[in-house]
């Protein structure tokens, strides 16, 4: 019997990723001025307005519009027959100090104001759970209709920003829908994909051009097959898109952010968070932990949940499943980990690296299955093998 994953991705032009980049460029301006900063911004859009909002402190300061007018303009909204474009649009700052009472919390957790360890000094910036994960399906060991997903919108950018479809504007979606047969995948069922388009292409040119130069180039000729179906811009026409077409705000596309919703998601966001903040650095880390088992080959297939309570350093709850594709059982996987990862906060963020400015290339294609970031170095493989004995 087939089963049947859908998953979806948006390109950089899209309203909520928009958003997204914005949070994270002022993020990445805060955390390079003041590693120790704390941020959680925010960015709402609309047709001809950016609004930004959150709580940030830090030791700095960073001309946030400014910022957000270089993102839009490298984005590619720089014309106003777009409905949208960096030089014209509005821009509203709100933005306060992290509150006193989350402050305390993360500063000085709870266990270290109980004991007085060092380690223990950094709470959770907020209660929650997280999800990792990883399997061999695709090279990244990732799920394949994310990966696909994201191959296309990818796609979408580049022929645009390259001049090879002239006609294309920065909106743009993409989805795949894949075919599995006891656990492995089959075929490619479903191709959905919407490009945002100057008013004077005809629908049929679109069609034509996208499937040649966008769908055929990203999905793998042995995945498609004569039941495949392809729908390009299936309205018939998408010429008013971005802001001006839809609103846009921070972190309402973590489903795109993370497996495509091949696995759980806590519901917690990612963009415009610094690393204190487990929302974003425990899902970090989760993807380090399953990918490591699965490049150790202690597992096929693995998925992680980690749960936090706000100012505690120590997680609530841990939790992996290998969905039976490994010789050791959970238990004992869970052992290994917690012999190898330290899993507080701080433990994270030094483990990974993370208070640096990285985050605004994280913000667009997911944040997982590509290369450059930490978390998906393997570097912890052999040191899994030796502690699962």
Known sequence: MLRYYTSESVTEGHPDKICDQISDAILDGIIG????????????????????????????YVEMAKLARAVIKDIGYTDAAYGFDYNSCGMLVSVDEQSPDIAMGVLKSAEYREKGDIKDLTGAGDQGMMYGFACRETKELMPMPITLAHALTRRLAEVRKSGLIKYLRPDGKAQVTVAYENGVPKFVDTVVVAAQHSPDVTHEQIEADLYKHVVQTVIPGNMLTKETKVYINATGRFVTGGPAGDSGLTGRKIIVDTYGGYIPHGGGAFSGKDPTKVDRSAAYMARYICKNIVAADLADKCQMEIAYAIGRAHPVAVYIDSFGTSRYDNERLIKAVNSVFDLRPAGIIETLDLRRPIYQKTSNYGHFGRPGFSWENTDKAEALKRAVK
């Open 33 to 60: 001025q003041d590693k120790n900063a704390k941020c959680a911004c925010d960015v709402a859009v609309n047709t001809g307005l950016v609004l930004v909002m959150g709580e940030i402190t830090c030791d700095g």
